[in-house]
């Protein structure tokens, strides 16, 4: 079984930056693409960003464009989210996710167990 790891959540405020990482348990899992994805208080989890391995792609929510970048290392099944300009609406728990193929759009086969980000005003 793959767990995915996450760490770098916390506490700062409007316009500052956070970086989370997240790491796959098992070196040997090959995954095809890693991402992340956020469930504020009271709504849906949604997508926010996401790496395809094979063609270097990258993905992102209409909402992240332009302030969050995600990169990673495959070999490492390591990706990571840097958060830049962040606002109070981006607060929520941060859910790492894997997947074994690629359909179009990550699925998550796998999940983290979350890391809460909070931005005050």
């Known amino acids: 079984q793959v767990q995915l790891v996450e760490s770098g959540g916390g506490l700062v405020q409007a316009g500052g930056s956070l970086r989370l990482s997240c790491a796959a348990s098992r070196r040997t899992f090959g995954s095809s693409a890693m991402g992340w994805f956020r469930q504020a208080p009271g709504k849906e989890r949604e997508f926010v960003a996401a790496?395809?391995?094979?063609?270097?792609?990258?993905y992102y929510a209409d909402s992240v464009k332009g302030r969050f970048t995600i990169s990673g290392d495959n070999a490492k099944n390591t990706v990571y989210l840097q958060m830049n300009s962040l606002k109070p609406e981006d607060t929520a728990v941060y859910y790492c996710?894997?997947?074994?193929?690629?359909?179009?759009?990550?699925?998550?086969?796998?999940w983290g167990q979350g890391t809460q980000v909070t931005v005050s005003s």
């Open positions: 790496i395809r391995w094979s063609v270097g792609s990258t």
């Open positions: 996710a894997a997947d074994t193929f690629w359909t179009g759009r990550i699925r998550g086969d796998y």
